[in-house]
């Protein structure tokens, strides 16, 4: 059973860090790309970064120079470091995974079949 579990959401202050992770299950890592989204409360779900089976890795023009996705296929995990969090990164993060459909990565919605529950960032003072 494919299973997607975030992790390292919480409550931090403007320019603050948060390293959250997304633990794969039910499948090998290595062959798929992972991606990050996440939802605010009233907006779209957007693509915030997402990494290739090869490393490539692709941001969001609003969290590039600030977030940093990385992936560690021998743990079949997945993980976007956060620093100099912004009140308008609050949302609720998700991991996907490209999984049936190969190695590539994009920020689009479509092409993503599995997703974890969500793990909530909130950045306030």
């Known amino acids: 059973q494919v299973q997607l579990v975030e992790s390292g959401g919480g409550l931090v202050q403007p320019g603050g860090s948060l390293r959250l992770s997304c633990a794969a299950s039910?499948?090998?890592?290595?062959?798929?790309?992972i991606a990050w989204f996440r939802q605010a409360p009233g907006k779209q779900r957007e693509g915030v970064s997402c990494?290739?089976?090869?490393?490539?890795?692709t941001y969001a023009d609003s969290v590039k120079g600030r977030f940093t996705i990385s992936r560690d296929n021998a743990k079949n995990m997945a993980y976007l470091q956060m620093n100099s969090l912004k009140p308008e990164d609050t949302a609720l993060y998700y991991c996907?995974?490209?999984?049936?459909?190969?190695?590539?990565?994009?920020?689009?919605?479509?092409?993503?079949?599995?997703w974890g529950q969500g793990t909530q960032v909130a950045v306030s003072s």
């Open positions: 039910g499948f090998t890592l290595d062959y798929y790309g």
């Open positions: 990494i290739s089976s090869s490393d490539d890795s």
């Open positions: 996907a995974t490209t999984l049936p459909y190969g190695g590539d990565c994009d920020l689009k919605l479509h092409g993503y079949n599995y």
